[in-house]
């Protein structure tokens, strides 16, 4: 069974890198048709999709984010990672990875972690 | 971006009642609709995938369905709990996935 685990420092001061890795277990991520993504949830508010690597390695990323993002991976650890640089306080969310994979149609998150708090301070 | 307007935002109902939460697309995103559950301080959970099917060990209660095929097609959907259960109590999301940026509607407060 597919579990995923989020880590990383939960206070980035303003300006800085936030960095994220989210650990893949009970699974390769190298193997099947998945996107691995991030999704993060400020407090009390929606959901935001900021983007996903393939298992191919090919990765998008939410525009409005403004190329801010990166989603490298590491195989030999089976982990895939977050890197959001010049964060503001509206970075400042629960962030989440989640696992997408094809239903009939199309895609959908079946298999998310537990969520990080990440608090940017000025 | 697609937007994705959830009504309404929060709702109040009672044990057995029916309860039925809406989402709407900027555009038409074709059946490419997924629901999800989450419950205070905990990830999102998979209810419905392609706008009618139900994840598997959802209990059935759920359902899902899509509305305005014709005028307006693809654009309507709907998630209808039969009879609410206690354990139901959460905000539901919609998201779409007709294409990139994915993007979710704002929520349903559940509340009993």
């Known amino acids: 069974q597919v579990q995923l685990q989020e880590s990383g420092p939960g206070l980035v001061k303003s300006s800085q890198t936030l960095s994220l890795t989210c650990t893949v277990s009970g699974g390769s991520i190298r193997s099947g048709n998945y996107y691995w993504t991030w999704i993060r949830q400020p407090a009390g508010k929606g959901l935001e999709w900021i983007g996903r690597i393939h298992s191919s390695g090919a990765t998008d990323s939410n525009p409005s984010l403004n190329s801010r993002v990166t989603i490298p991976v590491d195989t030999s650890k089976n982990q895939f990672s977050l890197n959001l640089i010049s964060v503001t306080a509206a970075d400042t969310a629960v962030y989440y990875c989640a696992r997408e994979g094809r239903r009939q149609l199309a895609d959908a998150f079946d298999i998310w972690g537990q969520g990080i708090l990440v608090t940017v301070s000025s | 971006d697609i937007q994705m307007t959830q009504s309404p935002s929060s709702v109040s109902a009672s044990v057995g009642d029916r309860v039925t939460i809406t989402c709407q697309a900027s555009?038409?995103?074709?059946?490419?609709l997924n629901w999800y559950q989450q419950k205070p301080g905990k990830a999102p959970k998979l209810l419905i995938y392609?706008?009618?099917?139900?994840?598997?060990?959802?209990p059935s209660r759920f359902t899902g369905s899509a509305s305005g095929r014709g005028s307006g097609s693809g654009t309507d959907f709907t998630l209808t709990i039969s009879s609410l259960q206690p354990e139901d109590i959460a905000t539901y999301f919609c998201?779409?996935?007709?294409?990139?940026?994915?993007?979710f509607g704002q929520g349903t407060r559940l509340e009993i």
């Open positions: 555009q038409d995103i074709r059946d490419y």
């Open positions: 998201q779409h996935y007709d294409h990139l940026p994915i993007t």
């Open positions: 392609d706008a009618v099917n139900l994840e598997t060990g959802v």
